[in-house]
């Protein structure tokens, strides 16, 4: 390492990271510059960015016409209020682009910073709704255990994931748990006869019955689970989910955080299975990472609330950077390039690719599972294949070996993630495969 990669490390200790503890930011890759899926570092390393930063960079880094549209939007007016009694043009381009885009049905769209205020505003506006219908009792939210739905307050404590409630309980009141459609590790029960789909989605219904369907306002799931170790569920799932949810009138929110704009092959996930959410949060790959936005998009009937709302009931939640003037003019742009270089057809194509090479893999005796859909894959890593034991450390091990060769990949717990750009090219995507295989053959 060189001295002045030494020094920054030693200057970074006065910014506290996301997710801190003294032990994972001990020594950090600097980065410097990035260029397509390439990452490079102070001290000369050249990293293949197998995780598109955090799911995001769909587009890859150093595109040009991101630049210049957030430095043109930037000279005309980078921000202002679009609080009550104002808007501005790119809010106004993005949001009727956005309309109908993702969802028939969803065209309304409300802006944020990023994917855990998408999801708070999912919380209050489904809240916000059931009180305007005459339900005010429905407040609970269902999530799955697994899920990461991020860091707010509320987002934390709808995240399914214990270590992220740790050192921040007491718990929030109102949000309850069940099991994930995970199909290589199902935790529910199986009754006879029942698919793991089937059993998920019956933990819904008895979730729903047991808090009483008159105190649950929202369901919500990630189409392909992320953070919690890229589980996609069976496709009897979402269906299945869908028509409970309309049965005992709960709105659905699907959090397309990670898989909107093109991840998983199809512009947003839940297309795979033919449903439509209540409510969509996104973020991250709307501008792929080129500026801070996020949002949700409501359905018709929601927003049919708002607009026959008594004066005392306005819909008193927004950002001061909802619906940012630069950040918009980066999404508008980013969708631009995503459209015309057929990004989900792109994902689908390359994600074919990358899956089939990193089976392969499952030739070591610690690769338990290795699943993916469009361009998120996720290679679990076991100490035995039979009885399936999740292994961290090693995967943690293989993780390390695999970032000395020049490959950024994600350790979630014992699964390790890949997502890289939507951009890369198929000699990129065998680049990874090979590294991570070389990575692995090096494990003792
Ligand atoms: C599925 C999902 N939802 C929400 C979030 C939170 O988004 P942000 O970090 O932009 O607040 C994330 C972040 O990784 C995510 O993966």
Redesign the pocket.
């Known amino acids: 390492m060189t001295d002045q990669t030494q020094t920054w490390i030693e200057k970074d200790k006065k910014q506290l990271h996301p997710v801190y503890h003294p032990k994972s930011h001990a020594n950090p890759l600097v980065i410097e510059r990035g260029d397509g899926v390439w990452l490079y570092t102070t001290d000369g390393r050249k990293i293949l960015d197998g995780m598109a930063g955090?799911?995001n960079v769909n587009a890859g880094y150093g595109r040009e016409e991101l630049a210049q549209a957030a430095y043109d939007q930037m000279k005309e007016l980078a921000f202002t209020s679009n609080f009550s009694g104002m808007t501005n043009l790119s809010s106004i381009q993005l949001a009727d682009k956005l309309a109908g885009f993702a969802y028939e049905g969803l065209n309304t769209t409300f802006f944020t910073s990023?994917?855990?205020?998408a999801?708070d505003s999912a919380f209050k506006t489904a809240r916000y709704y059931w009180k305007r219908k005459g339900k005010p009792t429905k407040y609970r939210v269902i999530a799955r255990r697994g899920s990461?739905?991020?860091?707010t307050l509320a987002?934390t404590f709808a995240t399914g994931l214990e270590k992220y409630h740790a050192m921040f309980g007491p718990a929030m009141d109102g949000f309850v748990h069940i099991p994930a459609p995970n199909p290589y590790r199902y935790e529910g029960q199986l009754q006879d006869g029942e698919t793991v789909g089937q059993a998920a989605a019956r933990e819904l219904e008895a979730a729903i019955l047991r808090e009483g369907a008159d105190t649950v306002a929202a369901f919500i799931a990630?189409p392909v689970m992320?953070?919690g170790g890229v589980v996609i569920p069976p496709d009897d799932y979402f269906p299945l989910v869908r028509q409970i949810c309309d049965k005992h009138e709960i709105l659905f929110i699907a959090?397309e955080?990670?898989t909107g704009f093109g991840r998983t092959g199809e512009w947003f996930a839940l297309k795979h299975w033919d449903v439509k959410p209540d409510i969509l949060?996104f973020?991250?790959a709307i501008t792929s990472g080129y500026a801070q936005l996020?949002g949700i998009q409501i359905s018709d009937a929601i927003r049919e609330t708002m607009e026959s709302a008594a004066d005392t009931e306005a819909y008193m939640h927004g950002y001061t950077y909802s619906g940012h003037a630069m950040a918009c003019a980066v999404g508008l742009k980013n969708l631009e390039i995503m459209e015309k270089d057929e990004y989900p057809n792109r994902a689908r194509e390359l994600g074919k690719r990358l899956l089939e090479g990193l089976q392969s893999l499952t030739e070591f005796p610690f690769v338990g599972d290795v699943r993916g859909l469009g361009l998120v894959c996720g290679v679990e890593i076991v100490t035995d294949k039979t009885a399936k034991t999740a292994d961290p450390a090693l995967a943690m091990k293989i993780f390390k070996a695999a970032e000395e060769r020049g490959l950024r990949s994600r350790p979630l717990g014992n699964v390790l993630a890949f997502s890289p750009p939507l951009s890369i090219n198929e000699e990129e995507v065998d680049e990874i495969v090979r590294r991570l295989g070389a990575a692995m053959d090096g494990i003792e």
């Open positions: 955090l799911w990023g994917g855990s205020e999801n990461y739905h991020g860091i987002a990630e992320g953070v959090d955080v990670i949060s973020a991250k996020g």
